[in-house]
């Protein structure tokens, strides 16, 4: 293949491999084929992960093109194929013969009708007996898919299918990081957090051609899935909950702080507005959590800023002087408190009466530490750093 014609190719068929020495020769058949029969210019590139069965060799000898993964994972082997693939459009899928690498058509339609991704639906195309554990199809695969909507207004339904395909040039934007089966989640994520344009397209899984044990392992990897959509999504990791807490607490204070809370036959009092303290603290702490992580994130390139209401963001130092000022007055309600107790000798004093002192003055001044430190850490997150060029400079 010249070096004209390599620049040239549509599609490349990529495969991760790893000891798939029973399967792989038969994907790469299949994928060769495809290429031939559609009249589409290609490539089927496998990226070996480590194979120490005769994988790559297989692979090669079925019409490959065969690298080599420097290093173990999933999606480490898929980002270095990204990398070395030639196509325009990139369509991979598993090397286990779960797949079928001879009916591609739907992906390919999609990818030239404008789409940047085009993901694979199993539920909607159809999972043969025993292709997929139970665990995955009714547990696994539909809650972690509904988060994945829920979190990210995705609309696609099987976030974890094998099989998809993109655009070259709009994945090489999204910076792709993780290097295990995460990736599957990592890619539509910052795909839809990107604006990409995403299509679903019904897909079969077949069971796949393994005797061996397959490479995914159900609690490790699904909590992998689950801990990355959490961290790509602070609303909801910090926001929502943290809200929760501060209202239920605020709750707790105006209902408790004046005066008991008679309900029936049981008391609401003091010991009530100590949890209330409890979560009001905690519930601010969180949002404090949510307000760095989308500074970071922002700064980062992993959120899009929104220049309507930056206007509306006060600066960190700002905050730090809200949460010094709110520091102040919870401290000065516990120094009167404390006068008050000096005043009767520091004898006995009404209990109830000094604890809706004490309680409120610790709360403003924890609060007030909260928001101040976090101003700080705000401020650390925006230093602006850089290099001074020294060549030429004189002595």
Known sequence: MTEAEKKDL??????????????????????????????????????????????????????????????????????????????????????????????LDAFVHQLRAGYDVVVGNRFRGGIERRAMPLLHRYLGNPVLSFLGRLFFRCRIRDFHCGLRGF?????????????????????????????????????????????????????????????????????????????????????????????????GDVMFDVHTLVIGMGALLAGSEVLIFFWLARQYMTRVGLLTARPRRSRLRPDWEQVLLCGLLLAAAGAVVMAYAVCRWGMASFGDLNYTWMMRLVIPGVSMFSLGIQVATGAFLSGVIHLKTGRIDTEGASP
């Open 167 to 263: 655009r070259r040039d709009a994945v090489d934007r999204l910076d792709l990081q993780t290097t295990g089966m995460e990736f599957a989640s990592e890619l539509i994520v910052k795909a839809a957090l990107a604006g990409l344009s995403i299509a679903e397209v019904p897909t079969t899984l077949s069971r796949d051609g393994r005797s061996g044990r397959p490479h995914l392992r159900s609690w490790r990897d699904g909590w992998r899935h689950l801990r990355f959509l959490l961290m790509f999504a602070p609303n909801w990791l910090f926001l929502v909950p943290g809200s929760l807490l501060c209202v239920a607490g605020l709750l707790i204070f105006a209902l408790v702080l004046p005066a008991p809370l008679v309900v």
């Open 10 to 103: 549509e599609l490349t068929i990529l495969m991760p491999c790893l000891n798939e020495a029973e399967t792989i020769g038969t994907c790469v058949r299949k994928a060769v084929r495809y290429l031939r029969e559609s009249g589409l210019k290609g490539e089927v590139l496998v990226s070996d992960n480590g194979s120490g069965d005769g994988s790559p060799e297989q692979a090669a000898e079925a019409g490959a093109r065969v690298i080599r993964a420097d290093r173990r994972g999933y999606g480490y082997a898929l980002r270095a194929g990204i990398l070395a693939a030639r196509g325009r459009f990139i369509i991979m899928g598993d090397a286990d013969d779960s797949y079928d690498f001879s009916a």
